[in-house]
């Protein structure tokens, strides 16, 4: 995850971004990026966000 923000908000409107831009799912970012999931996953709901599979972004 050191070549993304760290900032949570700022992490999310990247994350959300190339999801819409250039990965079909959330696998497919964290397998490309070689990011854990569970890490990212784990950042962002503790800033209030979870990942919606149906959209392919978080909210």
């Known amino acids: 995850m050191e070549n993304l ?4 908000y700022m992490l999310l409107s990247v994350v959300n971004m190339k999801l819409r831009d250039e990965y ?3 696998d497919a970012l ?7 999931r569970n890490t ?3 950042k962002l709901a503790a800033a209030g ?3 919606l599979p149906e959209q392919n ?3």
Do not use: H, N, T
Not at 5 to 8: A, G, V
Not at 30 to 36: A, F, G, N, P, S
């Open 5 to 8: 923000p760290q900032d949570p």
């Open 24 to 26: 079909s799912s959330l």
């Open 30 to 36: 964290c397998e490309d990026l070689d990011v854990d």
């Open 40 to 42: 990212l996953c784990d």
């Open 49 to 51: 966000f979870e990942y």
């Open 57 to 59: 972004r978080f909210a």
